[in-house]
């Protein structure tokens, strides 16, 4: 008889297996094999849960670049070797642990050491991760095992004899780490930028000595954000800052200030205008996606223009995974965007309502609504849409009533909701 951990199934679609991490792929195909690809799904679909779970309570870890995905990915690992654990399937080689302390894990909490997590929060996120994957375990347990009332005592024993061991190796590895990073001067220079722009007060001329930048001139702030460990060295990240505020301006003095093994801090002085003809914003490195800041001047621009670009990077967190997404983005074009989307679940919500049927998945809705949009964006100019999409203009007309239609539009009344309802809609994705 198979083991119950077969019947489980992600509660919807579950998210994409995080890419990247050679253990988690191996747990992955571990766990496959033995009770199939349910149990992946459902493993991922309760990591991005724990994950995101954590992100809420610790604001400071949801809101750092790419620290999500980090901890996605090792959430995702943690919750395949406690289903491998609970379904008695045997590892080989580097996975035959008995435990659930992954290295995953252990890089995850040197991430949260290298960006000024504290040790308090860092073993709160251990105890609300670990929470979150009880209780996983313990619904999966209670619905589909054969004896759920033994199997739920099993399964607790289980959690609670491997959480001392978990914690304390995490705690270890982030003390490690914490030591390492505060001897190197990086880490003074990344914690004095942490307090400024978290609304600390600091002398700027003693700030100015210890970032070896000056404030005085318009600045161009950069985050660079990699989906995996992508450490390079100062002049690397200083080379590609400046090539990057090349189509800007005259690009000048650079600091540049790793937060992380993924993320770096970047600002660039912007001597005069761009050149003409300058085009795009040079792209970085393969795999690397930069989010830009306004353009400012001073202390106050130097700290509003790295705001900015985190803002932006947390919008591109919420894109349609299904989605490209330009690998330099500035916070001008997604703007917008950050005030529609500051309560995802609220715009969700909004865009539902305004769109009714013309929101739901699919290739017909999603022609008519890319129709419609392109129609208001071009002030309801049939010609123009009909250009842009190589169609007749009696298909543009009729593409546009079934959209109307289809989300209960009446035609000729306002149409701003309308037109903020699709923004949402084409950049979160279905609800």
């Known amino acids: 008889m198979s083991h119950w951990t077969s019947r489980l199934d992600p509660s919807g679609t579950a998210p994409a297996l995080p890419r990247g991490s050679a253990v988690l792929d191996a747990e992955a195909g571990l766990v496959a094999g033995a009770v199939g690809d349910g149990a992946v799904a459902w493993s991922t679909e309760v990591g991005w849960r724990i994950a995101d779970r954590i992100g809420q309570t610790l604001p400071r870890v949801g809101a750092a670049p790419g620290l999500l995905d980090v901890l996605r990915s090792s959430a995702t690992t943690t919750t395949l070797r406690s289903v491998r654990l609970v379904a008695g399937v045997a590892g080989t080689g580097e996975l035959d642990e008995t435990d659930l302390t992954t290295a995953d894990q252990i890089e995850t909490v040197r991430e949260f050491a290298r960006i000024g997590v504290d040790r308090s929060d860092t073993l709160r996120a251990i105890r609300v991760g670990y929470a979150v994957l009880a209780s996983a375990l313990l619904d999966g347990a209670s619905t589909l095992a054969p004896d759920p009332r033994t199997e739920l005592r099993r399964i607790s024993v289980l959690l609670f004899e491997q959480i001392d061991d978990f914690t304390r190796n995490a705690e270890a590895a982030f003390l490690q780490e914490r030591d390492l990073w505060a001897r190197s001067s990086a880490a003074r220079r990344f914690e004095l930028l942490r307090r400024m722009i978290d609304g600390e007060v600091v002398d700027a001329s003693w700030a100015q ?122 916070h001008a074009d997604v703007d917008l965007l950050e005030l529609l989307l500051a309560d995802p679940a609220a715009a969700r919500r909004y865009a539902a309502r305004h769109l009714g049927a013309l929101g739901v998945d699919g290739p017909r809705m999603t022609e008519l609504r890319g129709t419609l949009a392109r129609y208001l964006d071009a002030d309801r100019s049939v010609a123009e849409v009909a250009a842009a999409e190589n169609i007749s203009r009696n298909t543009v007309s009729y593409r546009v009533n079934q959209a109307l239609e289809a989300a209960g539009h009446v035609r000729g009344t306002p149409s701003t909701a309308l037109r903020v309802a699709l923004i949402i809609r084409d950049w979160l994705g279905p609800a």
């Open 209 to 330: 000595d210890v970032l070896g930048y000056r404030f005085a001139g318009p600045h161009l702030a950069m985050i660079f954000s990699a989906a995996t460990d992508h450490t390079r060295s100062t002049q690397h990240w200083e080379r590609q800052s400046r090539a990057i505020a090349a189509a800007w301006g005259d690009p000048g003095a650079a600091l540049t200030v790793p937060s992380g093994s993924r993320t770096v801090w970047a600002w660039v002085t912007l001597r005069g205008p761009a050149a003409p003809g300058s085009g795009p914003p040079e792209p970085p490195d393969p795999g690397v996606t930069v989010t830009v800041g306004q353009p400012a001047a001073g202390l106050e621009g130097f700290i509003a223009g790295h705001r900015d670009a985190l803002a932006a990077h947390r919008v591109l967190q919420l894109r349609d995974a299904r989605s490209d997404l330009p690998c330099v983005v500035p």
